[in-house]
């Protein structure tokens, strides 16, 4: 069983950073990619930043510029840091990993818990 937990959202002003952290545990094999998703009140869920495997990233065009993604494989986590937070950037953020598990089955699709970031004054 793998199981992705979520960390570091909050509460936090505008123009301020926050830095989220999943960390992938149980039976993980491999991780083929990992990434954020966000939803709003009201909104459907949308890709923030994605990474692979070999490294390469893709960011919302929300968000570029201001939310960076990065990943220490050592640990099987991946971070989102994000700066410049606007009040648009409120919603409950998910992680989320395509893992191959040690059955060596074909990869599958893994959730967080999700964690709340509010940016308000």
């Known amino acids: 069983q793998v199981q992705l937990v979520e960390s570091g959202g909050g509460l936090v002003q505008p123009g301020g950073s926050l830095r989220l952290s999943c960390a992938a545990s149980g039976s993980v094999f491999k991780i083929v990619t990992m990434g954020w998703h966000r939803q709003a009140p009201g909104k459907q869920r949308e890709l923030v930043a994605g990474?692979?495997?070999?490294?390469?990233?893709s960011i919302a065009e929300s968000v570029k510029g201001r939310f960076t993604i990065s990943t220490d494989n050592s640990k099987n986590t991946v971070y989102l840091q994000m700066n410049s937070l606007n009040p648009e950037d409120t919603a409950v953020y998910f992680c989320?990993?395509?893992?191959?598990?040690?059955?060596?089955?074909?990869?599958?699709?893994?959730w967080g818990q999700g964690t709340q970031v509010t940016v308000s004054s």
């Open positions: 990474i692979n495997s070999g490294g390469s990233t």
């Open positions: 989320n990993a395509f893992i191959q598990d040690s059955s060596r089955s074909y990869p599958k699709d893994y």
